[in-house]
Structures are given as C-alpha cells and as structure tokens.
C-alpha cells in the first residue's frame, strides 16, 4: 500500500515575506517544508498569505495557504496545466479577478470544529500549525523581507522546474502532487495516498474497488 502524502515539518529560517497590499493589509510568503511521498521526503516550498480579518470569517493576522496569484482577470491560465485545472473547478464561476489570491481550494468544505481555509482533509492540521507558526514569526519578525516578491514572482518560484539539493523531483512536480493530493481527497473523497493523488488525469479517474467515477461538474466550487 502506498504511503500518504504527508507535511512533516516547516524550516523556519526559510520564511520570506513582502507587503502585497496596504488596504486591506495583507502580506505574502513562502516557507519551505518537508513533505512525505511515495519516493521519498522532499523540500518543498509552499505559498501562504497573511489575512487582513475582512471576509469570510478569516482570522486577522493568521496565514492561509494559497495556490498562487491571480496575473490578470478571467479563466485561470496563468500557472501549470494542472493548477489551472484545479483551480478553474473549485472557483465560482471558473474565473477571477487580476490580484485574487487562489485559496478556493483549501475552502472545499466547510466543517464546524475546524477553521476555514485550510483545507477538510489529512492535511487540515499541519497546514494550520504553519498558518499559526508563520503567524507567531510574523509578528517576532523572524523572517526575511524580499522586496521583489510579487504576484509574478511568488507564481514562478512556487512551479519552477529547479530541482533542490538533495530532492530527486523538480519543485513544480513536488507542488502539484501535493495540491492534487488535496484536491482528490477534498472534491473527490478518494481515499488518501500517492496512488489516488496519480489517479486522475484531468478530472479522469481511475477505477477502484472503493471508489465510483464522479463528474466535476456535480461538485460545488468554492467561492472564496
């Protein structure tokens, strides 16, 4: 049986950030982690923001995790094939507007006793405890401002093709694995391990003893 996909920890020294907006005040980072595969443990650099408090009941001052950035207004073509896919089938409307930080997919569901935006799955925990642990070096400013840390930026170094010392995979590879290991689990409820998070080409699923084929479209979106 495959192993699960799974955070095991953050590198703090690796934390930067940069101011995104100034109303509402918002601040965007990078933090590097160690993630579980089938292959192996690998360091890969995640996107997260830190919300200003003004909508949909998030916590002002804690970090939530995001796919990227929104470069202009519409359907979302902007990032990998993947990514665009994920993201055009968690997102009202399949569009959104230039700036939009891409966080529908971490809103799938929502779940009383958890708090919104970081996903319904196994990885609901540690992506919260790096919320709160980006959070707590936020406000002691233990962190590195990277003043060229835009929009753009923060898109091209979360899906580049470098490969880190020590990994075997590419950082876009490694990325996507980890966002379609939330995005089958949370819009497709297929058990969660590295094999179902290679299952689906697309939005094609394959068949499982446990599993019946779903459509897309009979999925709502979030629209956050």
Not at 16 to 35: H, Q
């Amino acid at each position: 049986m495959s192993r699960p996909i799974k955070i095991l920890k953050i590198y703090p020294e690796s934390f930067r950030a940069n101011l995104y907006s100034i109303d509402p005040f918002r601040m965007i980072g990078l933090i590097d982690v160690s993630i579980m595969y089938s292959y192996g443990i690998e360091i890969v650099t995640l996107a997260f923001y830190r919300s200003s408090g003004t909508n949909s009941k998030k916590i002002k001052g804690l970090w939530y995790p995001i796919v990227g950035i929104k470069l202009q207004t519409g359907r979302f073509t902007e990032f990998t094939k993947y990514l665009n896919f994920v993201l055009n089938n968690t997102t009202k409307g399949q569009r959104a507007d230039k700036g939009w930080l891409s966080k529908s997919l971490f809103f799938s569901k929502k779940h009383p006793a958890k708090i919104h935006g970081f996903s319904n799955g196994f990885h609901y925990h540690n992506l919260l405890k790096i919320g709160i642990a980006l959070k707590n070096m936020y406000e002691k400013k233990e962190f590195q401002i990277i003043n060229s840390l835009d929009a753009k930026t923060l898109n091209h170094i979360i899906t580049s093709k470098i490969i880190f010392k020590n990994n075997n995979h590419t950082q876009r590879e490694n990325f996507e694995r980890f966002i379609k290991s939330i995005f089958n689990e949370d819009f497709f409820l297929l058990p969660f391990n590295d094999n179902n998070a290679r299952a689906r080409k697309y939005g094609k699923i394959t068949k499982s003893a446990s599993t019946k084929k779903r459509k897309i479209k009979s999925h709502s979106r979030a629209d956050h």
